[in-house]
């Protein structure tokens, strides 16, 4: 697949390959550019997660903007393979951890998260949404006290109702997909730590 490449910082202009199949969504150039607009340019120091990871375009778009460490979450047999050929295209960069698990697994074991970004397949969405209510729960756990999550739906599909510690702050829509910032409640706690 052409046209996934970074598009700010340290890493601006290289290209990534993308998975094969339909099981990934690359994260389109204008969605990913008004993100930054929107989080800020550089994420310099910060801890950042990518769920959901696929090819890691919006991991080493992060590592690109200063983040220190970036989680990449891909279990995925099709494209785990895509990620670690883009970490070594940039030379395996420092700060990256690469999860090949399932973000049930890994999410637990994680604090202090300034971002966690979540970009599930749609299918998600569908049958009450459990796997979405549940990646919100975890991910408010892993959050620092300042930390957000942004999570990626599609037109037709909402978050759950859930009681995950997250308030929704803010959503923006670009063509069929939205994106929606959530937060801590105020006076949530950081969650319990997972077994």
Partial sequence: MTGLRIIGGAFKGRRLVAPPGLETRPLPDRVKQSLFDWLGQRL?????????????AFAFEALSRGAGRVDAIEPGRHALPALR?????LGNPPGLVVHALPLETVLPRLRGVDLVFADPPFPWYRAGATRIAELLRLGAGTLSPAGRLIIRGERGADLPETSSGLVERERRTYGRSWLAL????????SGSPGS
């Fill in 85 to 89: 050929v883009n970490a070594a295209k």
């Fill in 44 to 56: 310099d120091g910060l801890h950042v997660v990518d769920c959901c990871a696929g090819s890691g």
């Fill in 182 to 189: 959530l937060d801590r409640e105020p006076g949530a706690d």
